[in-house]
């Protein structure tokens, strides 16, 4: 039986729903480019990089652009939606989410942030949560995107804890293959039929115990 002794999270979707931010400003960027952008079309964007996420956009709309122009609409989607997530505040952190992380505290387990989102710092700042992590790995201190599992790798290396140690929590199938990838337990946050490969799947954090984060 495995006692974890560190837990590492996911940021969008698991501590805050960031993602209908992601939606609002990719659909604008659509709409501006001249087509439309669907809910639907929005779940082939989770977990994916800016640069694959504007990719896939201008695939949807049968759109060809250079390189430049690019990095362009990629700078312009990230400072449309910094101005949603400016706006931030603590009532958007996730039901029982906080609670856990103190748990965890109490416990003694180390707590990182891993994800992919170059703003996961002025997020936890906007809903107050900062401290409550001992690393942040974000998507200014990786070059590779999930599953590839640099992110994860780097969590339990900045909280000198092995990997076999450490529990993911993650809300997108990347995001598990990561975990997995780097030789971690894994929790998926949603519903199992969209999470495969999790040692278990929960709803969300209210019924999480510490009592659960035990493993064969």
């Given at each position: 039986m495995t006692q974890i002794k560190a837990c590492l999270f996911d940021l969008d979707g698991v501590v805050v729903d960031t993602a209908?931010?992601?939606?609002?400003?990719?659909r604008e960027l659509a709409q501006e480019l001249g087509f439309d952008f669907t809910e639907a079309d929005n779940e082939r964007l989770k977990g994916v990089s800016r640069v694959r996420s504007l990719e896939i956009l201008l695939e949807i709309g049968g759109i060809e652009l250079d390189d430049k122009r690019k990095e362009q609409l990629a700078a312009q989607k990230n400072e449309n939606y910094v101005g949603y997530i400016q706006r931030m505040n603590p009532d958007e952190i996730l039901p029982g989410v906080e609670d856990f992380l103190k748990k965890l505290k109490e416990n003694g387990i180390r707590i990182a942030l891993g994800s992919a989102s170059k703003n996961a710092p002025l997020i936890l700042k906007q809903i107050g949560l900062t401290h409550m992590f001992d690393a942040i790995i974000d998507g200014n201190s990786v070059s590779k995107a999930k599953p590839d599992p640099e992110v994860f790798l780097k969590g339990a290396e900045a909280l000198s804890v092995e990997s076999g140690d450490c529990v993911v929590f993650e809300?997108?199938?990347?995001?598990?293959?990561?975990?997995?990838?780097?030789?971690?337990?894994?929790?998926?946050?949603?519903?199992?039929?969209?999470?495969?490969?999790?040692?278990f799947v929960i709803p969300g954090f209210e019924e999480m115990t510490i009592e659960k984060l035990k493993f064969d």
């Amino acid at each position: 039986m495995t006692q974890i002794k560190a837990c590492l999270f996911d940021l969008d979707g698991v501590v805050v729903d960031t993602a209908k931010y992601h939606f609002i400003a990719w659909r604008e960027l659509a709409q501006e480019l001249g087509f439309d952008f669907t809910e639907a079309d929005n779940e082939r964007l989770k977990g994916v990089s800016r640069v694959r996420s504007l990719e896939i956009l201008l695939e949807i709309g049968g759109i060809e652009l250079d390189d430049k122009r690019k990095e362009q609409l990629a700078a312009q989607k990230n400072e449309n939606y910094v101005g949603y997530i400016q706006r931030m505040n603590p009532d958007e952190i996730l039901p029982g989410v906080e609670d856990f992380l103190k748990k965890l505290k109490e416990n003694g387990i180390r707590i990182a942030l891993g994800s992919a989102s170059k703003n996961a710092p002025l997020i936890l700042k906007q809903i107050g949560l900062t401290h409550m992590f001992d690393a942040i790995i974000d998507g200014n201190s990786v070059s590779k995107a999930k599953p590839d599992p640099e992110v994860f790798l780097k969590g339990a290396e900045a909280l000198s804890v092995e990997s076999g140690d450490c529990v993911v929590f993650e809300d997108a199938q990347a995001g598990i293959e990561a975990a997995r990838n780097a030789g971690m337990h894994v929790i998926g946050i949603g519903h199992p039929d969209n999470l495969k490969n999790a040692d278990f799947v929960i709803p969300g954090f209210e019924e999480m115990t510490i009592e659960k984060l035990k493993f064969d």
